[in-house]
């Protein structure tokens, strides 16, 4: 079985803006998507994953990121990060609009 993605039904819109607000500050995050993937294990509920297209470090980028959120009191547990162009998943991101492109 494949691990499957696309766009998200249902998604908090409160999360787009919290993620939003705090990529505006970071220089080095270029665009953002949104997607909704489901690992072939059933276990496991589909999440929203956020792809980042940064500069540099994604790493820090991730654990900042993270850190933002759980100060704003947003559980983590629904939401998987990753690099939108280095991973298995560029050529479906590279297909949508991000939600987020730096100018």
């Known amino acids: 079985m494949q691990t499957l993605i696309g766009k998200p039904l249902n998604y908090s819109y409160n999360l787009i803006s919290l993620i939003t607000k705090f990529i505006e500050s970071k220089k080095d995050v270029k665009k953002a998507y949104l997607a909704c993937i489901q690992y072939p294990d059933q276990k496991y509920l589909p999440k929203i994953l956020i792809g980042l297209d940064v500069v540099d470090d994604i790493s820090g980028i991730i654990l900042e990121l993270q850190s933002h959120l759980n100060k ?31 100018c």
Not at 77 to 88: K, L, R, V
């Open 72 to 102: 704003n009191r947003h559980s983590l547990n629904e939401i998987e990060f990753t690099d939108a162009i280095n991973s298995q998943f560029k050529d479906y991101f590279l297909k949508i609009n991000p939600f987020y492109e730096r």
